[in-house]
């Protein structure tokens, strides 16, 4: 694990030498001050439409409960260029950490923070979301924004056993979580707990990270070569395996352009208190920004419920039938061959 050093405020002719020299840039960035940071052109098409920023802003704010935000810490797992981890250092955070295995998103983090935007509450650290010695030399954490990032890993249960580490059982934990379902649909709608196994033959092998994780030029995303997409059943098992009895949805449909999502509020309550149900989130903030927030049973993606759709019901039923009759009709089969054999 490797502490990277903040740099001072930059003046405007360094913010753009910089800006250029850090190209190309996932995400928009403006400062109110310096030119405006021109990200990707599909990024910029969806924030169009969708103020993914503007919600985030709300969920932190929205799961405070009571407590000021200067006296909190906040984990930033897979921070990529720190467009979020900007955006959580500006709210008034008492320490933002942003952690990334990738150098290239880390120097572009480091610019942003350091040098385009002038943040101090900050921290970024060269360290993969499954090192667990490193994730535990990181301390204590109030909040953990873990977003897009479960898809990348072959373990993605890893990540939970990373949160057990990072808590401090005497108070409320808060896992701000967004991950993606692009498998097929039928395993997505299941109830039955699934994972999918994802094999990026289409990344070159030869520009990996760390000599062990693959990067995509196509979104700047580090993926190690296997890994499993959990679907919403099993996302909702294992959270529940974990401690997290409170689960709350936002309904927000994002489209489909990176596959159905999952955009969850997940707080672990103290030992010593009962669950508070969803009393400790303040759904006014969502509703500042046309977000709506429910309890999260595992059966819902981007607004859309299953269980209300009359086609998927039909379909579970006749699949949980035909399931039965297919296995019934086979076992019967395997008993009267090995009787007869006999």
């Not at 502490?3 to 403006?30: C, F, N, Q, T």
């Not at 929205?62 to 797992?77: F, I, N, Q, T």
């Not at 379902?181 to 092998?205: C, H, I, P, W, Y």
């Not at 352009?257 to 400790?280: E, H, Q, T, V």
Request: aromatic share 10%; with cysteine; net charge neutral.
């Amino acid at each position: 694990m490797q502490m990277l050093e903040r740099g001072a405020v930059a003046d405007e002719s360094s913010i753009a030498e910089g800006v250029e020299r850090l190209k190309p840039w996932r995400y928009g960035h403006a400062n109110g001050r310096s030119a405006p940071i021109e990200g990707d052109s599909s990024i910029a098409a969806i924030e169009r439409n969708f103020d993914s920023r503007a919600e985030l802003t709300a969920m932190f704010e929205a799961v405070l409960d009571g407590r000021s935000a200067s006296e909190l810490r906040v984990l930033d797992m897979g921070c990529l260029e720190g467009h979020y981890t900007a955006l959580i250092a500006k709210m008034g955070f008492k320490e933002v950490v942003g952690i990334d295995i990738s150098d290239e998103h880390l120097r572009r983090a480091e610019f942003l923070l350091g040098q385009y935007h002038g943040f101090s509450n900050y921290k970024l650290v060269h360290c993969a979301a499954t090192d667990i010695e490193g994730i535990r030399a990181l301390g204590k954490f109030d909040i953990i924004l873990c977003h897009g990032l479960l898809y990348h890993l072959k373990d993605p249960l890893l990540v939970f056993d990373m949160f057990e580490e990072l808590a401090d059982p005497a108070k409320p934990m808060i896992v701000l979580l967004n991950t993606q379902f692009k498998g097929d649909f039928f395993n997505l709608v299941t109830r039955s707990a699934l994972a999918e196994l994802q094999v990026k033959f289409s990344m070159d092998a030869s520009n990996a990270v760390a000599a062990k994780y693959l990067y995509s030029p196509k979104d700047q995303s580090v993926f190690e070569r296997l890994s499993l997409r959990l679907n919403p059943a099993a996302l909702h098992a294992t959270l529940q395996q974990y401690g997290y009895q409170e689960v709350a949805s936002l309904d927000t449909p994002r489209g489909t352009l990176f596959g159905y999502s999952m955009n969850l509020i997940c707080r672990k309550a103290p030992r010593a208190d009962a669950p508070r149900a969803l009393s400790w989130l303040d759904t006014e903030k969502l509703r500042a920004v046309s977000a709506s927030a429910t309890a999260w049973s595992g059966r819902s993606v981007d607004g859309f419920h299953f269980d209300k759709n009359l086609l998927i019901r039909a379909w579970l039923g006749l699949d949980w039938f035909f399931r039965k009759a297919i296995h019934v009709i086979t076992v019967r089969r395997k008993i009267r061959y090995r009787a007869k054999i006999r």
